[in-house]
Structure formats: structure tokens, C-alpha cells
């Protein structure tokens, strides 16, 4: 089966650093993806992994460790409009995404 | 550059009824995907189209079909409503560069469906 674990929950302050853990059990992997959707808005594209190891992107970095099944979101330098869901999406064969059920992140001055 | 639209915005509809939604893709993109998020989940696949054809799709009954136009642009159907087809379906375009390689999606707005 495939199977997406993330926490649901995540609390932080301003100006905080915080991480967002994903396991991951899929049939395939084709690579992981980030994305982040404010309520009732659509989700917007993070960042990808395919191969071990971090990838930086400004204030966001992402993790995979494909022999763990695990990757995680890194957020730095914590704004209130990081407050957000969080999703973690993999793609087990071409470009169907599974995804998580999303971390909700809320961020206080 | 125009991201992926999506209309309606909104829609509701009673049990039984037929209902459309349409998809203009990104710019140069031209894979479309169709996802049904329910409140307080992530989205689920429910099916791709590339060159006019569904390439892919997730476990939903047959009550739902699409259709991919020339132009890249794509409609989803759903027949037959339940109280459960109540969600918001995201419409997420893609640019085949690599077949079998998974391409980044870009997430249009989506179209709140309620069923009463």
C-alpha cells in the first residue's frame, strides 16, 4: 500500500527555526515534493527530492533519506506568514502524487 | 504569465446531479492532473491526461472521467453526486520533460463542490 505519515499539528515563534518530519511507504519512488497551501488557497510548489541528501532554497531546506523513507522540511528564520499546512507529496510511479494529510504549522509573534 | 485557472469557482449541487469543472493549464504546460481534497486532508490523485489520453489514475469510481482538449485544457465530470463528493478539487498542470519522471505540478485554485 502506500502510506504518508506527517504530524498534524506544529506550533513555533517568530524568527524560530522549526522542522516537519515525513515517512514515507510506497510502492516506487520516483521522488518527494513540498508544497504549501494557506487555507482556501491551492497549494504551491516547495521544493523536490529525488536524491539523498539536502537541498536549500532561501529560508527552505528539504531532506531525503530514500533508505529511511524519510524526508523532512526545514523552515528558518520563522515569518507569520509561514503560518500554513505543510504537505508532503510522493510520487511512487510517473507523476501521480500521494500525499500526506499535511502539518498545520502556526507561527506566534 | 498565466498560472493554472479553474472554473467555477464555487458550485453546488444535489445528490444525483451531473457536474463539469474545467482547467486552462499553465503557460507551455501540458499535462493536466485532477485531485479531490476533502476539508482537513491532502489531496488524492484522482486521474492525468497527457496528449488527449488518461495516463494515470487513482481509486475513484467511474463516476468520474475527464477529458483533455487540444488547447491542453481539461474538464472533470462527476455523475451521479454524493453527499461525499463534497470537497475541493485542485486542477495541477505539468511540462512532460522526461518520460517516466516525475515533473513538478502547479496547482491552480480549485472549485469548492458542495452537495446537498
Known amino acids: 500500500g502506500q502510506n504518508i505519515d506527517q504530524p498534524t499539528e506544529m506550533t513555533a515563534t517568530e524568527g524560530a527555526i522549526v522542522q516537519i518530519n515525513c515517512t514515507y511507504q510506497t510502492s516506487g519512488f520516483n521522488g518527494l515534493f513540498w508544497y504549501q497551501q494557506h487555507a482556501g488557497e491551492a497549494p504551491t510548489f516547495l521544493s523536490y527530492n529525488v536524491l539523498d541528501g539536502l537541498e536549500e532554497k532561501g529560508r527552505f531546506s528539504s531532506f531525503l533519506s530514500r533508505s529511511k523513507g524519510y524526508s523532512y522540511l526545514l523552515l528558518k528564520e520563522l515569518q507569520m506568514k509561514d503560518s500554513a499546512s505543510y504537505l508532503c507529496a510522493v510520487s511512487p510511479l510517473g507523476d501521480k502524487l500521494i500525499f500526506g494529510t499535511g502539518t498545520r504549522l502556526q507561527v506566534f509573534p | 504569465d498565466a498560472g493554472v485557472t479553474q472554473s467555477p469557482t464555487h458550485l453546488i449541487k444535489t445528490r444525483g446531479q451531473q457536474v463539469t469543472l474545467r482547467c486552462s493549464p499553465k503557460?507551455?504546460?501540458?499535462?493536466v492532473s485532477w485531485y479531490q481534497q476533502a476539508l482537513g486532508q491532502g489531496p488524492q490523485f484522482i486521474f492525468q491526461?497527457?496528449?488527449?489520453?488518461?495516463?494515470q489514475r487513482g481509486n475513484f469510481p467511474d463516476r468520474f472521467s475527464g477529458h483533455q482538449f487540444p488547447n491542453y485544457s481539461s474538464e472533470l465530470n462527476v455523475n451521479a453526486l454524493l453527499l461525499g463528493d463534497s470537497a475541493l478539487y485542485l486542477c495541477?498542470?505539468?511540462?512532460?520533460?522526461?518520460?517516466?519522471?516525475?515533473?513538478?505540478?502547479?496547482f491552480g485554485p480549485g472549485t469548492r463542490l458542495t452537495v446537498l
Open positions: 495541477a498542470s505539468s511540462l512532460e520533460v522526461l518520460a517516466g519522471a516525475p515533473d513538478t505540478q502547479y
Open positions: 491526461y497527457y496528449e488527449e489520453e488518461e495516463r
Open positions: 503557460s507551455g504546460h501540458d499535462t
